[in-house]
């Protein structure tokens, strides 16, 4: 899963985490809130009848103040408007069948679902009644009881969350989607390093990275630089000792075809002379004609010994490009593989683009993997047909392919696990020379192709 959709994901659980603590908290306040509303009625009426207390008192002092109870014309609309909505203020002593005087009640909030009002006072428990004197001075002058309405103060609660909830939803989403992008933006350079990491397993070590503003990205980038370049000098410390390995070898295959030719072909021709020599001598006397068949086979053995000396010679010390030139080369190669037998498989040889122009290191490198491949294909399989195909690629590409593909089955998977020093040697010369190497089944046999670039 992405990092930006883990992140979002996990934002997007604290913003409902926060959006339930809003709600209960906005539940909570709306309890209170209740409560202070009560307490407030219960004062402001409180403090008006204490003025119209004393304010009687005085206009009529000639009665006593017990003949002033209940206060007289408390219940105003004046006193009304102290009171707030679904809240009901009572004044003691109450006189016979008087009625509390309540707030507005009627369209002050939605109606709660009854989960709501089931679960608030559930919770946070009812509203108590509140209590004040109408004069602190004069005990007497009674007390003012505010009670709130229960399905009232349920309605105020509801309204008082769902408005809550509305701005705190609506708050929600803008930080959700604002942080998402924000996240977004930060991680989008995360696809340049992911880039560059692609690029290294291909081969391309140095890969230039943009600055980053954040601090992790940016190590992460600088440690993505270095690895890159640490890996590009050891691929060429790496290239540098195969280029020597393989020179080395190349003179070590020189010297021992001059070994080869000139102790082992000397003493074969010697022998194949005294054979000769043998042979002639003894078919002049009659009675040694098992020694002259003996003689001719020892000639024969002398002459197979000589082809496959000459064989490896050729192998060895073959004409290389940098004499012959890379075209020339690979016509001789598949001529002498031509010559050797009528009954050795077609080796159709595609050349395209300036091959004759391969100089240098590419070219004994095509060279070497082209003879190569041939040998693999001719000794181990049963190919009827063999294609050899070298082509110059020219333009940003500049590079040489050659492929080798070939009717005599095979399996690809084996071949590339295979351990053969043959392949061996072609996968050191291919990296060495800075190029890359693939085998894959062909359509009735096997395919190997490889990518040699060339200096520009």
């Keep these: 899963m992405r990092l930006v959709l883990q992140l979002v994901g996990r934002l997007l659980v604290i913003v409902a985490l926060c959006l339930g603590a809003a709600t209960v908290w906005a539940s909570v306040d709306a309890h209170r809130s209740v409560d202070r509303a009560t307490a407030a009625s219960a004062q402001r009426v409180a403090k008006a009848l204490e003025a119209l207390y004393w304010r009687e008192l005085l206009l009529r002092s000639n009665r006593a103040r017990e003949h002033l109870l209940p206060v007289p014309d408390w219940r105003t609309l004046e006193t009304m408007k102290l009171?707030?909505?679904?809240?009901?203020?009572?004044?003691?002593?109450?006189?016979?069948?008087?009625?509390?005087?309540?707030?507005?009640?009627?369209?002050?909030?939605?109606?709660?679902?009854?989960?709501?009002?089931?679960?608030?006072?559930?919770?946070?428990?009812?509203?108590?009644?509140?209590?004040?004197?109408?004069?602190?001075?004069?005990?007497?002058?009674?007390?003012v009881i505010a009670t709130p309405d229960p399905a009232a103060a349920i309605s105020l609660a509801w309204e008082y969350t769902l408005n809550v909830l509305d701005v705190a939803l609506l708050m929600s989403l803008a930080i959700a989607l604002l942080a998402s992008l924000a996240i977004a933006h930060t991680l989008a350079p995360a696809r340049s390093i992911v880039t560059a990491l692609q690029r290294m397993a291909r081969g391309q070590y140095r890969t230039p990275l943009p600055r980053f503003r954040?601090?992790?990205?940016?190590?992460?980038?600088?440690?993505?630089?270095?690895?890159?370049?640490?890996?590009?000098?050891?691929?060429?410390?790496?290239?540098?000792?195969?280029?020597?390995?393989?020179?080395?070898?190349?003179?070590?295959?020189?010297?021992?075809?001059?070994?080869?030719?000139?102790?082992?072909?000397?003493?074969?021709?010697?022998?194949?002379?005294?054979?000769?020599?043998?042979?002639?001598?003894?078919?002049?006397?009659?009675?040694?004609?098992?020694?002259?068949?003996?003689?001719?086979?020892?000639?024969?053995?002398?002459?197979?010994?000589?082809?496959?000396?000459?064989?490896?010679?050729?192998?060895?010390?073959?004409?290389?490009?940098?004499?012959?030139?890379?075209?020339?080369?690979?016509?001789?190669?598949?001529?002498?593989?031509?010559?050797?037998?009528?009954?050795?498989?077609?080796?159709?040889?595609?050349?395209?683009?300036?091959?004759?122009?391969?100089r240098g290191t590419a070219a004994t490198t095509a060279y070497r993997v082209a003879q190569e491949c041939l040998t693999n294909a001719l000794r181990h399989g049963a190919a009827r047909e063999i294609n050899l195909r070298i082509e110059r690629?020219?333009?940003?590409?500049?590079?040489?392919?050659?492929?080798?593909?070939?009717?005599?089955?095979?399996?690809?998977?084996?071949?590339?696990?295979?351990?053969?020093?043959?392949?061996?040697?072609?996968?050191?010369?291919?990296?060495?020379?800075?190029?890359?190497?693939?085998?894959?089944?062909?359509?009735r046999g096997l395919s190997v192709a490889a990518t040699i670039p060339l200096a520009a």
Excluded: Y
């Design 83 to 143: 009171i707030s909505p679904g809240v009901c203020v009572q004044f003691a002593p109450a006189t016979a069948f008087e009625k509390p005087l309540c707030g507005q009640s009627q369209g002050i909030g939605q109606a709660a679902p009854r989960w709501f009002a089931a679960i608030v006072p559930s919770f946070l428990g009812s509203h108590a009644e509140v209590v004040r004197p109408v004069s602190d001075r004069a005990a007497a002058a009674g007390t």
């Design 393 to 443: 690629r020219t333009g940003e590409e500049n590079a040489l392919l050659i492929r080798v593909e070939d009717d005599g089955g095979g399996d690809a998977e084996r071949v590339v696990q295979s351990a053969g020093h043959g392949l061996t040697g072609i996968r050191e010369r291919v990296s060495a020379a800075g190029g890359s190497l693939s085998i894959a089944p062909a359509r």
């Design 214 to 358: 954040s601090m992790e990205l940016a190590m992460i980038g600088q440690a993505v630089g270095e690895l890159g370049d640490r890996l590009e000098e050891a691929t060429a410390q790496r290239a540098a000792l195969t280029r020597r390995l393989l020179e080395i070898r190349e003179d070590e295959r020189r010297a021992l075809a001059r070994e080869l030719h000139d102790e082992f072909g000397q003493n074969l021709s010697a022998i194949l002379a005294f054979a000769n020599t043998i042979e002639t001598a003894s078919a002049k006397d009659k009675s040694g004609h098992a020694i002259t068949q003996d003689a001719k086979m020892i000639s024969q053995a002398t002459h197979h010994i000589m082809a496959c000396l000459r064989g490896t010679l050729n192998r060895l010390r073959h004409p290389l490009p940098e004499e012959l030139g890379l075209e020339a080369s690979l016509v001789n190669l598949v001529d002498s593989w031509r010559s050797q037998s009528a009954t050795q498989p077609v080796i159709q040889l595609d050349l395209r683009g300036d091959i004759a122009g391969v």
